[in-house]
């Protein structure tokens, strides 16, 4: 049991598991088919062999709904996408995603892997049936007539093949969360450039067709009476895609207003930090009860981040001892993942230092020095062969230094948009730390890109 429901295995590190609500309709499909079996064979009452049948067929049915999940999981994990997990249901089964795709081509992509994987099933069992048995007898078991006269393992394959097309018709309609409707929504993305405006559609789509199984649902059980099942489970599936399209709109109404919005527009960039000396009834009375703020950062002698502080650590300190007992005592201690820290590239490369392939910038960047410096209150830039900022995506980058001196012995510092190399920023995933006394001091070759 992890993260909601059993969970049954794992295919390539992606959790398998089913709800609980799975084993009901399990027990439903296997009391259904059981009866229709027995008709078809003919077989008389105790008989196990329509209920091994009914089994098996429950159990190859989900199998295909896993194929289908599993078709959108690998697709996705293909587009750097991970999965999660793949949970079975009541009404099918569901691959979680760790985010959404990031173009319309990868939506589509990923949408429609999943009724390819089932269109493959379809025609699988289809010509199976027909090397099995003729067609019109397939044609009685993927509708469950109880005048099918062919055998139980043909029975089986036409029966599998008949609920899995209804699944891909089903779930090829344009209405959001079907696969359809993520089809739907890639396209609207595609054409109007907007992934917002494409969920709002599909889900729109999906909110109307919701409400017409609802409506159908109820004329069928008004109208045939004797089948109480068919009626309320059509008005069910109608209310649950009704209620997921009208949560995916409110989602797409708050994503639309915070559209465009960085970290950067909404942080405190000068926030209050409580100094690691200040006692903890300093912190309780000019900190907490006067910002009414839950934690704060704690600061060195030296204004370097080294930590956090909250207010329930403060108040665990017993009162008698507030005074004497200082915010360094108690705070959360960053253990360096909220910091940059810098190293010399012959730290990682102990080779690195003594090769003579770009000395300048080993001269530069101090190689052979031992150095371990934080990111805190220093400027963070690139060493590169010169940065061509008229393109696009390197338009950001507005300051820079020439220390090669290309123009001759003296340098000039409106050189260092010159890219003399035309190689771009191939060593933009280089930090350095500058200072103003002793110049760049080490390089964090492991970073992702400049700060």
Request: glycine fraction near 12%.
């Amino acid at each position: 049991m992890a993260g909601g429901g059993v969970t049954l295995f794992r295919i390539r590190g992606i959790r398998i598991a089913v709800d609980y609500s799975w084993f009901v309709v399990l027990f439903l499909i296997i009391f259904w088919l059981s009866g229709f079996y027995k008709d078809v064979l003919d077989e008389p009452e105790g008989s196990s062999t329509p209920y091994l049948l009914a089994v098996a067929s429950a159990v190859l049915f989900f199998g295909s709904i896993l194929l289908h999940e599993l078709g959108h999981a690998f697709v996705a994990r293909r587009h750097n996408i991970g999965v999660s997990g793949i949970t079975l249901w009541m009404f099918g089964g569901f691959a979680r995603l760790e985010k959404d795709s990031d173009t319309p081509g990868t939506e589509f992509k990923i949408a429609i892997a999943g009724p390819l994987v089932t269109a493959a099933i379809v025609v699988v069992c289809f010509v199976a049936g027909l090397l099995l048995s003729s067609g019109e007898e397939v044609r009685r078991a993927a509708l469950i007539q109880d005048n099918t006269s062919t055998s139980g393992i043909a029975a089986l394959v036409g029966w599998l093949g008949g609920i899995n097309l209804f699944v891909l018709v089903f779930n090829l309609v344009p209405a959001f969360p079907l696969d359809g409707g993520r089809i739907a929504r890639a396209i609207a993305w595609w054409r109007t450039g907007s992934r917002n405006t494409g969920t709002r559609f599909a889900a729109t789509l999906g909110e109307w067709f919701g409400l017409f199984l609802i409506l159908v649902g109820l004329g069928y059980f008004m109208a045939y009476r004797g089948d109480l099942f068919g009626g309320i489970w059509l008005a069910f599936i109608g209310f649950i895609l009704r209620g997921a399209a009208k949560g995916a709109i409110a989602q797409t109404e708050v994503t639309s207003r915070i559209e465009g919005i960085s970290v950067a527009d909404v942080m405190e960039r000068d926030p209050v930090a409580i100094p690691e000396g200040a006692s903890i009834e300093q912190a309780l009375d000019e900190y907490f009860l006067r910002y009414r703020s839950p934690w704060f950062p704690v600061v060195d002698t030296a204004q370097h981040f080294i930590g956090l502080v909250d207010r329930g650590a403060a108040d665990n300190v017993p009162a008698v001892e507030r005074a004497s007992s200082v915010v360094g005592d108690v705070l959360a201690r960053d253990s360096g993942s909220l910091t940059i820290r810098l190293r010399p590239l012959s730290a990682t490369f102990p080779n690195f230092a003594n090769e003579r392939v770009v000395p300048w910038s080993q001269r530069l960047m101090g190689l052979d020095q031992t150095v371990n410096l934080d990111g805190a209150g220093i400027r963070i830039g690139i060493i590169d062969s010169g940065c061509d900022n008229t393109q696009s995506s390197l338009r950001h980058v507005t300051r820079g230094r020439d220390f090669t001196s290309r123009g001759g012995a003296k340098r000039n510092d409106a050189e260092w948009t010159d890219d003399a190399l035309g190689y771009g920023t191939h060593s933009a995933g280089i930090l350095v730390a500058a200072s103003g006394a002793q110049g760049i001091a080490g390089a964090a070759p492991r970073a992702e890109g400049p700060g």
